[in-house]
């Protein structure tokens, strides 16, 4: 029996095993290399963990504070427009696929908004690209008469070459060619002298090129085109095209030198070609002429914003703070209204302390609750718009008996009818966060000669309900004035004249929000229609409205 057993133990093709042998070596060697695939793929994965976990660290400690300064910003975004969607790659297994779907909620789109940006802050604040690229916001304040420096609490704050890059890019497109040679010079500083990256190193050689061409300077034009053709002599399968295209644009540019002209493209495609004016009536011209200006108001909306004063000394002497005459108004007969006169022809006013912290608190909550991008509206028609950049969201009076009474405080310290109207529309501006040259009324033809404004937003009131450490000025360019948001205050101004007509000089402009907590307000539009016993409509079309 046990003989039997011991016989047919082993009663197998032993060249099948002399095969599985050999397989069996095959299969350790797969499942090693898998084994140091996965390894490797862990380590990246573990060293880019800890590195985002060390910039998420900074931000949960204090996100309010990490939010409040544009590089964090932009370098949240860059994470979660790039790195994120590497680790999304990294964890390719089924396990993971719920995560999976979690990352990457920032489209690369968002990042190059991200680098536009904070060009939009450089261009407005005309602030030191260096100190930014380090980290520093670095500004020269008008109003205060001194630079300032708001620093970084840590290294984490600089900037890359590849960040410098990419905004310097973005900065050449927009055509601000100054500032985008300072970016492409930041670059360079950060580059490794010794990386073989050339194909990068020509083609930020290349953007030099083109950014001093477009100043005019043909000589360092050159001088970078060669740069960037020399560069490329080490480079293997660049294709003849490349090389030909490369050649072509030096000897054009070598063949204009002498050519002062300078072709600099518009950025603004609403100015028109002059050709046709001879052939175009009075109030045509009178349009393309206003359409002209634009770039020349937003010019001095930027003034505005840093501080400049460009208020005429004549006009300010006439404007005085006074307590407003409470006497007949009941609602508010025993309260003490501070009023600041920012400009007496048309009416522009602050009033101080108007509202209280508690109810300031429940008109943010109450928002925060729906906040999503803001909208601008033309003809009833919604759209998001490059023109503004902040989160908004809608209040009515019946939403919360704080926001009813400061409706009627609203009704009884303008003297207008209060019933109907408009929602809150509260808007909370982040860093960068803007609202560019607008006019609140809804129906905008400029020069019609129409008076379109008859049913129109007869007045505007902004609730500052927030405190701005920089930035978030809201400026007028046609009037020169420029109102500081002050926690608490309020501005109001009418949009029409007395005949109902439009008043042009209203055009304002609120101006990026450049560090600190965001900017919150809270604006009410006051409709022309129902005012009659308030507001009479009359005959002179020039007749301004006032308080």
Not at 222 to 234: A, G
Request: with cysteine.
């Amino acid at each position: 029996m046990c003989m039997n057993i011991y016989t047919y133990s082993f009663n197998i093709n032993f060249t099948k095993l002399e095969l599985t042998i050999i397989e069996e070596s095959q299969w350790i060697q797969t499942v090693e290399k898998y084994i140091t695939d996965e390894e490797h793929r862990l380590s990246q994965l573990k060293s880019t963990i800890v590195g985002l976990k060390q910039y998420n660290e900074l931000a949960v400690n204090d996100s309010d504070a990490y939010l409040s300064h544009p590089i964090n910003i932009y370098l949240l975004i860059k994470r979660l427009a790039t790195e994120w969607p590497k680790v999304d790659k990294l964890l390719d297994q089924p396990t993971h696929n719920k995560l999976r779907l979690r990352v990457n909620p920032i489209e690369n789109n968002d990042f190059t908004e991200a680098a536009k940006g904070l060009q939009n802050l450089v261009n407005t604040y005309q602030l030191d690209i260096q100190a930014l690229a380090n980290g520093s916001v670095q500004f020269w304040s008008e109003s205060e008469d001194r630079e300032i420096t708001i620093q970084p609490s840590d290294d984490t704050h600089r900037l890359t070459a590849a960040d410098c890059y990419l905004i310097g890019k973005q900065t050449l497109i927009e055509d601000y060619y100054e500032s985008a040679i300072q970016w492409f010079n930041e670059t360079i500083k950060r580059s490794d002298n010794s990386t073989s990256d050339m194909l990068f190193k020509s083609e930020l050689a290349k953007h030099m090129a083109l950014a001093y061409y477009r100043l005019g300077d043909h000589n360092q034009s050159v001088h970078y085109m060669n740069k960037s053709e020399n560069l490329l002599l080490d480079v293997d399968n660049l294709s003849d095209t490349e090389f030909m295209f490369r050649q072509l644009f030096v000897d054009f540019m070598i063949q204009n030198k002498t050519n002062n002209k300078v072709v600099v493209k518009t950025n603004n495609n609403l100015l028109n070609n002059t050709s046709n004016q001879l052939s175009k009536t009075p109030q045509q011209q009178t349009s393309d002429n206003f359409y002209k200006n634009v770039t020349k108001f937003y010019n001095i909306s930027q003034q505005l914003c840093r501080g400049v004063k460009r208020l005429n000394r004549s006009v300010e002497s006439r404007l005085k703070c006074r307590y407003l005459d409470t006497t007949n108004r009941p609602l508010l007969r025993l309260t003490r209204v501070k009023v600041e006169q920012l400009l007496d022809k048309p009416d522009i006013v602050v009033f101080h302390d108007i509202i209280s912290d508690r109810e300031m608190d429940v008109l943010k909550q109450l928002a925060s609750r729906q906040m999503s991008r803001t909208m601008t509206f033309t003809e009833s028609k919604g759209r998001v718009s490059r023109g503004r950049l902040a989160d908004g969201s809608w209040l009515e009076d019946m939403d919360h008996e704080v926001v009813e009474r400061f409706s009627r405080r609203i009704g009884a310290l303008t003297g207008l009818n209060m019933n109907i109207t408009e929602l809150y529309n509260v808007i909370k501006y982040r860093i960068g966060g803007y609202y560019t040259n607008h006019y609140d009324v809804t129906v905008y033809r400029p020069f019609s000669g129409e008076q379109c404004g008859r049913n129109d937003r007869i007045a505007t009131w902004i609730t500052y309900l927030s405190d701005v450490q920089s930035g978030g000025a809201t400026v007028f360019p046609l009037l020169d004035v420029r109102v500081e948001p002050s926690k608490g205050s309020a501005v109001f101004w009418f949009n029409l004249k007395s005949s109902g007509l439009v008043d042009y000089n209203m055009m304002h402009f609120g101006c990026p929000v450049l560090a600190g907590p965001p900017k919150w307000i809270a604006t009410k539009w006051i409709p022309f229609r129902f005012q009659q016993l308030h507001k009479p409509c009359l005959l002179d079309k020039h007749l301004l409205n006032y308080l």
